[in-house]
């Protein structure tokens, strides 16, 4: 048995059953992050002597029978733009390579009291800027599948080290589509819940109007026993909701999709799309009928707006949230750099943020500050939340008849490490699938259903599916993904590496 591939629940219960202690289960991981990281590079900062510690700690209460939830003692890795007291909180970039957290987000507090054993801090693109973690100011993170690829983004490093082993289950942030993409091209599970489900306070900022914390693990009931510990209204997120948690693990013991109704979108199969992922989505969507699912085609028109609407928004409230870092009170400064002579408040700006900065995140503040200038703003910004609206509106009209949509989840499969590196308007369209659901606050989660060759040969690599539900519906979405799971065996596939 490899401890270090135990889904939360097999971990949970042969803990429970004093099978193998935390420590050892930790030890399983940490070993296994030593054995494979090097090629894989998932993670920016190991936290062994406090992942042990924690592991302790858990054994201790195992032994007293005082906490029984099921993520004591269970190791996890953390995105390296969630905010961990006294631990490293980089972004995974140069500007913060030294920031040690004072403080932690909702979601780490909430993890801490349920006994999580924090393994390290997870590589990502620089402040969640991309979708393949080259644009981290450290290093790109590989796909576990195939190490000549990526394993998307921005949350890259949560995605690869769950599919290599290195841990149970990863806490990342989805604001276009970070965890779904990065989850589908690594074969695992990736939940973005609803916006406003999970507090954001802790957060490093990217997109505030889309960032959404959210959860990569192996199956289904896993992120929905951790989505049940980390959901809930936070008042120091004055976003978050108030709206009731349900016992979301629980409702996945026994369910199944009988008359429910699934919308298929015909604006997600373009010619663009890779044949093997058409046929893949499509027998799923076939078993999805075989279990008792109704599909019913649907049209949501302004689809094809959402990459271009989602490229004005989130630049624009990049170029503000970035703003604070500006070598006088926050991250990297070079004023005392001997190297230089620093005449000026301007000097100071342009050496710090010159070198603090990765080239997407400076190509995104320029364009946020010119989208949001006098004479642009109208034409650009004002105009895309319209658009953004309009795709709102059109998931509205389509879930008055159905209960839930179902997409590809991304067009291809795992690029080439360089591949779309020196176009950025390529890699943006990675985004096609998942961004407007971020647009539009809404839940989704895609999950593992088949394998395609990529169009340039070589391995076959995972292909996903994304479950799309209502506002606060993530019971609906979870239980769609766990019938589905229950009856195919693509989650059970693991990586060689």
């Known amino acids: 048995m490899n401890l270090n591939q135990l889904t939360i629940i097999q971990a949970s219960n042969g803990l429970k059953n004093k099978k193998f202690s935390s420590v050892e289960l930790t030890r399983a991981c940490l070993d296994r992050i030593k054995k494979?990281?090097?090629?894989?590079?998932?993670?920016?900062t190991v936290t062994e002597d406090l992942a042990m510690k924690h592991a302790e700690e858990a054994d201790k209460k195992f032994k007293t029978g005082e906490d029984n939830n099921a993520l004591l003692g269970i190791p996890c890795s953390i995105k390296d733009i969630i905010n961990t007291k006294g631990?490293?909180?980089?972004?995974?970039?140069?500007?913060?390579?030294?920031?040690?957290?004072?403080?932690?987000?909702?979601?780490?507090?909430?993890?801490?009291?349920?006994?999580?054993v924090m393994l390290g801090k997870v590589n990502c693109d620089a402040f969640a800027h991309g979708a393949s973690t080259e644009n981290s100011d450290f290093f790109t993170s590989h796909n576990p599948w195939d190490i000549k690829r990526v394993s998307g983004g921005s949350s890259g490093g949560s995605a690869s080290s769950v599919a290599a082993g290195q841990c149970a289950y990863s806490i990342g942030t989805d604001t276009g589509g970070s965890i779904r993409q990065p989850a589908a091209f690594c074969g695992i599970v990736g939940l973005k819940p609803t916006y406003g489900r999970i507090s954001r306070y802790g957060l490093i900022s990217m997109t505030s109007s889309t960032d959404c914390p959210s959860i990569m693990a192996r199956n289904v009931m896993d992120a929905a026993i951790i989505l049940e510990k980390i959901a809930g209204k936070?008042?120091?997120?004055?976003?978050?909701?108030?709206?009731?948690?349900?016992?979301?693990?629980?409702?996945?013991?026994?369910?199944?999709?009988?008359?429910?109704?699934?919308?298929?979108?015909?604006?997600?199969?373009?010619?663009?799309?890779?044949d093997d992922i058409k046929n893949a989505v499509q027998n799923a969507i076939k078993k999805f009928e075989e279990l008792g699912a109704k599909i019913i085609e649907i049209s949501?028109?302004?689809?094809?707006?959402?990459?271009?609407?989602?490229?004005?928004i989130t630049p624009s409230e990049i170029?503000?949230?970035?703003?604070?870092?500006?070598?006088i009170k926050y991250g990297h400064s070079e004023i005392q750099n001997?190297?230089?002579?620093?005449?000026?408040?301007?000097?100071?700006?342009?050496?710090?943020?010159?070198?603090?900065?990765?080239?997407?995140?400076?190509r995104r503040i320029m364009?946020?500050?010119?989208?949001?200038?006098?004479?642009?703003?109208?034409?650009?910004?004002?105009?895309?939340?319209?658009?953004?609206?309009?795709?709102?509106k059109d998931f509205d009209g389509a879930f008055e008849n159905i209960d839930i949509i179902i997409t590809p989840t991304t067009p291809n499969v795992a690029f080439k490490i360089g591949e779309h590196s020196g176009n950025p308007l390529e890699m943006y369209m990675e985004d096609i699938f998942v961004s407007a659901i971020?647009?539009?606050?809404?839940?989704?989660?895609?999950?593992?259903?088949g394998f395609a060759k990529p169009k340039d040969g070589g391995i076959e690599m995972p292909i996903g599916i994304q479950i799309i539900g209502k506002p606060f519906d993530e019971k609906t979405v979870l239980k769609t993904a766990s019938v589905y799971e229950k009856n195919t065996e693509w989650h059970e596939k693991v990586s060689s590496i």
């Open 319 to 327: 170029s503000s949230n970035l703003a604070r870092f500006d070598g």
């Open 87 to 116: 631990v490293l909180t980089t972004a995974a970039s140069n500007i913060l390579k030294n920031y040690i957290s004072s403080y932690n987000a909702t979601l780490i507090s909430k993890l801490n009291e349920c006994g999580m």
């Open 438 to 449: 971020s647009l539009a606050g809404l839940p989704a989660i895609s999950i593992p259903c």
């Open 367 to 392: 364009l946020g500050t010119y989208t949001l200038s006098s004479g642009y703003y109208d034409a650009y910004y004002l105009k895309a939340q319209k658009v953004r609206a309009l795709i709102k």
């Open 300 to 312: 949501l028109p302004h689809t094809k707006y959402a990459v271009p609407a989602y490229y004005i």
């Open 338 to 362: 001997s190297k230089f002579k620093i005449q000026n408040l301007l000097d100071v700006y342009l050496r710090s943020r010159g070198k603090g900065f990765g080239s997407e995140a400076k």
């Open 234 to 274: 936070d008042k120091k997120d004055s976003t978050s909701s108030d709206k009731s948690v349900d016992d979301y693990a629980d409702l996945l013991k026994d369910c199944d999709i009988k008359n429910i109704k699934i919308g298929i979108p015909k604006e997600y199969f373009i010619d663009e799309l890779n």
């Open 36 to 44: 494979t990281d090097d090629k894989i590079k998932s993670f920016i």
